[in-house]
């Protein structure tokens, strides 16, 4: 089995804008899924809690994910 990276993170919204947050990741994973190494990247959130947005990405190395945001 390969190692791989792993990132899990948590943004938190302002105030009513939860949607607009995940709309701009979504757009956004449009150009990173496309970048050396991504393997997985998903923009989640919970109708439940207003305020928060995830973004789990799985990446083949830590230096893919790192050149990918250069």
């Known amino acids: 089995m390969e190692n791989k990276y792993l990132l899990h993170s948590k943004l938190t919204a302002k105030p009513?804008?939860?949607k607009e947050l995940a709309d701009i990741l979504i757009q956004a994973s449009q150009v990173v899924s496309?970048?050396?190494?991504?393997q997985l990247y998903v923009v989640s959130y919970n109708k439940?809690?207003?305020?928060s947005v995830y973004v789990t990405e799985i990446w083949?190395?830590?230096i893919d994910h790192d050149d990918s945001l250069k």
């Open 48 to 51: 439940e809690d207003e305020a």
């Open 60 to 62: 083949d190395s830590k």
């Open 16 to 18: 009513g804008q939860q």
């Open 34 to 38: 496309t970048a050396k190494g991504c």
